[in-house]
């Protein structure tokens, strides 16, 4: 569980270099990456999701988070970096 | 510092790159903003055409494909005649120029593809990609070559620093971004460095320890004869590759010193002795080498050799030594260094602080200079008197009207000279040259030389009439030159050619800032009246020259 919140977190800091000052994520598991309350806009997010793709892949769980079917939808996996996190780990162990 | 603001136009989503530029902590800093990305020459023409809102960079990266309509036919596989690409770019470039009138400085990452497009046989030949890519990337250089104000970066280092991530397939398909962030970060350091470079203001003397730095082993404890440097041993190796990128540095203008707790006679043995050391002594404009406080030391040699600290890095292998200099000497740029020696060469090539705008004939005398004006000094403690010395020095200056071939060391002259400035006034060349050119103004460079070698352009003055006054706008001669009656035969200058020009008067607006007390002080000393606030004017006879 913990390489993968590293990751996220990890991606929170890559996604937070490129963006100006109160629009950054708190590197935390509450960090709210899509909907209405998160300080993402629509091209933030997908920095996220990419940046997040990439920490994963070099923390040895792959995932192919823009494929999902609504990735921006605040009820899915991407709601949050603990929702993600826990979406990774079950995806992870799905056979 | 204040925030420089940059622009960034692009056909392609590049709000990552700004992003990370305005981020970025060192300095200059910079606000980076995007434009809309899209059709780029319409959008050149927005923002050259929003007066009010001139940016001091402006950033111009674009796909080759999305700019140059011969380029995109060639890559979807239809025949093109290489003049077509060309005429293209010409067109490009024009549009270019045109725009770069409106910023100061305009920096333009030459172009690449995804080597999908370009790798291979077929796209190495006559015809190909790859072909033409290269000729597009020379011919837009050359055609931007005739503004100083703009500046092609070569991004193939930005690429390979990003590795397999370099060109990003997945974000170009869903966010129009077509390079991975790696690559946006190194580029952030190339432009900084471009930023720094026209500002005049990289780095120009570089300090080194020498155990363990220069060469492998400890001189003073194993002697010249044991130490790890060339013959066939891949330390051995890396220190002559360090050696080699020195003398390059040396031969750019920048000043090469020795700074090390060291037995001064066994370090001079081996430089002087070692059959493979590249760095010999006439390459190195001075040292402190004795067992006192490394950063006392670089303060010395930076002051003996003129030098602000500002301008100055220092490379040490020692961890503990380089946080001693850090600490006591914060304007030092004193770069991580790492711990095994095979990493060194590229340690130094990392460095991009001094990248300059444009190399010199004072450039690359400088090291020769720095020899001179240790032998002047020893010719000084001899000489009998000051006035003696400067008797026998033999000073001579020549005045010239600013001209385009001396606007490059006039712009480095006017944005690194502190001491003897009289407004510490910072332009660009383009700047400069734009000022200089209204027939109300004059600007005069001064050439200097003396008995012991010639010390170049050294000495740039300004003014501008007002009514029946002439203003200075500049005045100031290099720290090198300072002291030799310089300056008095550059004001003598300056009052004639302003009596020339028709005015009663040559006023002075002395502009205060942290080290230009030199100028203020020479100021006092002159015939001019002082108001008391910082203005000096210098009243002008008809026939017979200053009173």
Redesign the interface.
Known sequence: MNSVVDALLAAVV?VN????EGRRLVATTDAILCGDDSVLDS?GF??FM??AE?RLEDAGFPVNL?ALPNPGDPSGPLRSIATLAQYVNEAAVRP | MTKRHCTVVSDFTIGAFAGYLSNDAGEPKVEASAAAYGDVRATLLDVARARGARPDIAVVWTRPEAVISAYARLISGEPVAREALLGDVADYADALLQFAQHAALTVVPAWVSPPAVTRGMYGGRAGGAADALREMNMELSVRLRERPSVVVLDPSGWLLAAGRRAFATKAWYLGKIPFGDEAFKEAVRDVKAAIIAASGRSRKLLLLDADDTLWGGLVGEEGWQQLRLGGHDPIGEAYLDVQRRLLNLAARGILIGIVSRNDETAVMEALAKHPEMLLRRDAIAGWRINWSDKAKNVADLTSALNIGLDAVVFVDNSPAERDRVRTALPDVLVPEWPSDPLEFPAALDDLRCFDAAALTEEDRGRTQHAGAERQRDERRLMAISYEDWLRELAVRIDARPLDAADAPRAAQLLNKTNQMNLTTRRLTEAQLMEWAASPRRQCWTFRVSDRFGDYGLCGLAGFEAEGDSAVLADFLLSCRALGRGVEQGMLETVLREAQRSGARRVVAHYRQSARNGPCLEFLRSSSASNSGDGTFSFKLARRNGPR
Do not use: F, I, K, V
């Open positions: 890559d270099e490129q963006l100006p091209l997908l920095n990419l940046a990439r823009t």
